[in-house]
């Protein structure tokens, strides 16, 4: 009996030992959640700073309704002590917006307010100007006015921002470190998350960040991360964009580093990110390239079957 018993607990130690030689380990990335998307409505201006373009904000404002459309401009993330709101809301004046209000405190009671919110119930559109992203956080996180914010898009309207006006819309807030704009990952890690499982970085070659944000997605894989360079931006409707704008807009999708069966990355030369230019299209929910603008024989991809090929 003993015997009967010591060869089956024999038998039992091989099976298994057999069956975990055969059975390969999970692979981190692959049980990993990648669902970037955008709003279920409304839409999203980005721009990665410095905008002289005025296709910008005249796409803006378009989307936002109109010259007469009521739009909200929020200056907090400049950080001054005292907002001049004539010049605060020139970026829309100039543009022909005839009906912006600037909406501004670092208070966040006040934020959370009716009175402060009221110009928002109305707005078709919602502008943050550059400066400091974790100043927005610090003011207007977590109250009615975030809410407010969110509802602009909800009734179809658009929001819009430059700078630390286009990182506060991403899911993870990049270069948020109260200290300095240098650290990647700071005191202030969340956004708004208008753009949801993303970050997103700017003045990205005129401030040679382009290596910067591998080392943030290789912490958070699940984040795609978006780099947008000056004068330049993505217009986001649901679960896609386009780039317009003068420069670049760099993707940095983990999947695309280790994808081959070699372990070999999917972007040729080895590359960490590819660039995207002016007409060009992405769908965030599929993560791949949904047409080529410009010049239509471009092929940054190792495997053609990883991505949607130049239309």
Known sequence: MKKLLLHSFVALFMILFL????????????LIDY???????????????????????????????GYDSPIVLIPTASGEKVIDS????EILTSAGAKNVTV???????????EAFVRPLKNARGVWFNGGRQWRIVDAYANTLTEKEIMNVLSRGGVIG?????ATIQGSYLVRGDTRTNTLLMGDHEKGFGYLRNSAIDQHLLVR???NDLPVLISKYPELLGIGLDENTAIVVSRNEFEVIGQSFVAIYD??????NPDGSNKLKNGA??????????????EREVTKWGGDPTRNIFVDSTTTSQPN
Not at 19 to 30: A, F, G, L
Not at 103 to 113: E, F, L, Q, R
Not at 272 to 285: A, E, I, P, Q, T
Request: with cysteine.
């Open 103 to 113: 909406m501004h405190t670092y208070d966040t009671s006040v934020a959370n307010s």
């Open 19 to 30: 069956i975990s030689c055969n059975v390969n380990p999970p692979v981190r990335h692959q």
């Open 208 to 210: 040679n960040r382009q």
């Open 161 to 165: 921002g430059s700078s630390a006006g």
């Open 254 to 259: 983990y999947r695309l580093w280790q994808e």
């Open 272 to 285: 960490k990110f590819f660039f995207l230019r002016k007409g060009d299209h992405y769908n965030f929910k």
């Open 86 to 89: 004539k010049r605060a809301a």
């Open 35 to 65: 669902a970037t998307s955008g709003p279920d409505s409304g839409h999203l201006v980005i721009v990665g700073g410095n905008m002289k373009d005025t296709s910008i904000i005249n796409r803006f404002i378009s989307l936002a309704g």
